[in-house]
T-cell receptor, first 110, second 115 residues
Framework: DAKTTQPPSMDCAEGRAANLPCNHS???????VYWYRQIHSQGPQYIIH???NNETNEMASLIITEDRKSSTLILPHATLRDTAVYYC???????????FGAGTRLTVKP | DAGVIQSPRHEVTEMGQEVTLRCKPI?????LFWYRQTMMRGLELLIY????????DSGMPEDRFSAKMPNASFSTLKIQPSEPRDSAVYFC?????????????FGEGSWLTVV
């Protein structure tokens, strides 16, 4: 599976959009981009995933560049409860294991 | 619907003792994963099963660790003998494998302290 690079930490003001970048320059054509988050002391929680098209659900939006070498997770109106570590993972679709990197620690501030 | 259920939530044990962590996956899921999380190493995949069969145990740190899945609704992770460096949060997770990719659902974790 391709390796990902994320900034170690980011801050965001409450109510503003949080844009979390992820670089995956070695991604191959059959690899999906997944985002999970882990709120302190809890198990990781699935957020969203995509292959090449932008995706949106009730939690977030995922923007994947046309060359698929990077992506951005967008939390449109961040709240204090969105403070967590966010993990970007790329994975071949038929691989059923999920391996986590260091992630980005997002702190939403009042 | 019930999520992934793990027990115990917290355990403190003495070095050398046997530790058994338990997991009940989401009903109908055919993949089960065991992860370990520490400050130093982050979230590591230890082993995963498909239809109760171990598929990849390359993440199991050493022979003191063993995992079993006797049926579709139960799995154990055993550490014998336990050591202080095994102190960590152990997560169990499950998923429904699909051809187009799948999402993994995690339990709340078992917090293990070995003294």
């Amino acid at each position: 599976d391709a390796k990902t690079t994320q900034p170690p930490s980011m801050d965001c003001a409450e109510g503003r959009a949080a844009n979390l970048p992820c670089n995956h320059s070695t991604i191959s054509g059959n690899e999906y981009v997944y985002w999970y988050r882990q709120i302190h002391s809890q198990g990781p929680q699935y957020i969203i995933h995509g292959l090449k098209n932008n995706e949106t659900n009730e939690m977030a939006s995922l923007i994947i560049t046309e060359d698929r070498k990077s992506s951005t997770l967008i939390l449109p109106h961040a709240t204090l409860r969105d403070t967590a570590v966010y993990y970007c993972i790329v994975r071949v679709f038929f691989n059923n294991d999920m391996r986590f990197g260091a992630g980005t620690r997002l702190t939403v501030k009042p | 619907d019930a999520g992934v259920i793990q027990s115990p939530r917290h355990e403190v044990t003495e070095m050398g003792q046997e530790v058994t962590l338990r997991c009940k996956p989401i009903s109908g899921h055919d993949y089960l994963f065991w992860y370990r999380q520490t400050m130093m190493r982050g979230l590591e995949l230890l082993i995963y099963f498909n239809n109760n069969v171990p598929i990849d145990d390359s993440g199991m740190p050493e022979d003191r660790f063993s995992a079993k899945m006797p049926n579709a609704s139960f799995s154990t992770l055993k550490i014998q003998p336990s050591e202080p460096r095994d102190s960590a949060v152990y997560f169990c997770a499950s998923s429904l494998g699909t051809f187009t990719g799948n999402t993994i659902y995690f339990g709340e974790g078992s917090w293990l302290t070995v003294v």
